[in-house]
């Protein structure tokens, strides 16, 4: 049987490295894209190995629209040379920014960063990358809590992440003629370096946000890296055009 490969944007570092380790340890290969962070993609790429897997990293701006079409001569290239393939199997759109503004504040410089990142360039580089996408394979989006559930200052950010998950569900009718399933997965609040870091280094941040939290926690990243994993897998073939929340149990 062909070994699985996921594309993993923004792998470097926080919940996408906690994806890619999950996916590893599952047997799935990893092609990860950084934009910055090159000292934490190449650790990333020597623990996956480390685990027996095969893992690739290329740079990628997701903001930058110009640069797709070369980054899919790349990953021809390096799918080729790496991994023996012409096609991978699984995309997952992860890549993205937190901006927090109350609405009466939020700048056009804020909201077009936010579109940018978490719509335009997933829908474009989805898009670019569906030729080399295999027929059943998967694509999983990256949606938030806040669309579920308000706090202030996350308007923005929630009202883009609103449109990925449309967007979630047109994409798994249109893509249904080549058996790719689309869903996306809205985490709750996850203590990594997302935002600042604040639920994970604020004790007293990280408790007021624990008591909203049926489960009485803060998510942890591998809440999140194991769910991916999950979804991904063959056990969740049948799940198509959904939204899952992974929040613990977040404000209900």
Not at 130 to 157: A, C, K, M, W
Request: aromatic letters at 8%; a negative charge; zero cysteines.
């Amino acid at each position: 049987m062909t070994e699985k490969i996921a594309l993993i944007t923004g792998a470097s570092r926080g919940l996408g490295r906690n994806m890619a380790l999950h996916l590893a340890r599952r047997g799935v290969h990893i092609i990860g894209t950084w934009r910055s962070a090159a000292v934490e993609a190449a650790s990333l790429k020597a623990e996956i190995e480390a685990l027996g897997g095969k893992a690739t990293m290329l740079q990628l701006d997701i903001t930058d629209r110009a640069s797709f079409e070369d980054f899919s001569h790349t990953l021809t290239h390096r799918l080729q040379a790496d991994f023996g393939r012409e096609r991978f199997d699984f995309l997952v759109n992860n890549a993205g920014n937190g901006l927090f503004s109350n609405f009466a504040d939020a700048t056009e410089e804020q909201f077009s960063s936010l579109i940018a990142t978490h719509l335009q360039g997933p829908i474009f580089l989805t898009q670019k990358l569906l030729p080399l996408l295999e027929d059943g394979g998967r694509i999983l989006n990256v949606s938030s809590g806040f669309v579920r559930f308000t706090l202030p200052g996350y308007s923005i950010y929630a009202a883009v992440k609103a449109a990925v998950e449309v967007l979630t569900r047109y994409m798994a009718v249109e893509l249904g003629t080549r058996q790719i399933r689309v869903n996306a997965i809205a985490p709750g609040a996850i203590a990594t370096d997302f935002g600042g870091g604040a639920v994970r280094d604020n004790e007293n941040i990280n408790a007021w946000v624990a008591q909203g939290i049926a489960l009485g926690r803060v998510g942890l990243p591998d809440d999140v890296g194991g769910a991916v994993a999950a979804i991904l897998s063959d056990e969740m073939a049948w799940a198509n055009g959904t939204t899952f929340d992974v929040s613990g149990g977040q404000l209900l």
